[in-house]
């Protein structure tokens, strides 16, 4: 099984700002990994494949980057919408393991 | 357009049985993968089953294993989850998902709107 450890677990910005979250592999994954945005009581939505992929239809605001065991997601410019929970997962091998998320909230 | 609507979910003792549905429309259902993906309440996202296009390969979260089974109708355009023995820890909303290429192993790129299973006496 590969491990993940998604931080931070929590993170207060507001809207304009730029905000990273990480992710860490306990292997190597190449680039087999996705971000997905999940809002309170929606399902979740896929932002970034291949890790640095953006999905059709998903802001220019949001980037991807990383390989083998580290990796980012960057929200460049908050907007309101973006208030959400965001969730890595590798999908390099089976099982295919999400990250614990980060709930991303208003300062 | 592109959709995935699950059904079959709802409230059973443990030790019970219960059998999810995904209908899926507006695409190709016959040529993806499909997984179900779970969440328990206030908690994060748990892979629970894969099924390839053919449904020649099937793939458990240790946690399931050997008490649900994934399978599929491609001539219905339906996935499908049989739940036994169920326990309390399996209560969760359940999602289907789509794997985003054709034939292979990636992303899920669409999800169905979930249906909630409850597992208490």
């Known amino acids: 099984v590969i491990w993940m450890t998604q931080s931070p677990s929590l993170l207060s910005a507001s809207t304009g700002d730029r905000v990273t979250i990480s992710c860490r592999m306990s292997q190597g994954i190449s680039s087999y990994l996705a971000w997905y945005q999940q809002k309170p009581g929606k399902a979740p939505e896929l932002l970034i494949y291949a890790a640095s992929t953006l999905q059709s239809g998903v802001p220019s605001r949001f980037s991807g980057s990383g390989s083998g065991t580290d990796f980012t997601l960057t929200i460049s410019c908050l907007q309101s919408e973006d208030f959400a929970t965001y969730y890595c997962q590798q999908y390099y091998s089976f099982p295919p393991t999400f990250g614990q998320g980060t709930r991303l909230e208003i300062k | 357009q592109v959709q995935l609507v699950e059904s079959g979910g709802g409230v059973v003792q443990p030790g019970g049985s219960l059998r999810l549905s995904c209908a899926a429309s507006g695409f190709t259902f016959s040529s993806y993968g499909m997984h179900w993906v779970r969440q328990a309440p206030g908690k994060g996202l748990e892979w629970v089953a894969f099924i390839r296009y053919d449904g020649s390969n099937k793939y458990y979260a240790d946690s399931v294993k050997g008490r649900f089974t994934i399978s599929r109708d491609n001539s219905k355009n339906t996935l499908y989850l049989q739940m036994n023995s169920l326990r309390a820890e399996d209560t969760a909303v359940y999602y289907c998902?789509?794997?985003?290429?054709?034939?292979?192993?990636?992303?899920?790129?669409?999800w169905g709107q979930g249906t909630m299973v409850t597992v208490s006496s």
């Open positions: 998902a789509k794997v985003l290429v054709e034939y292979g192993l990636d992303a899920f790129d669409i």
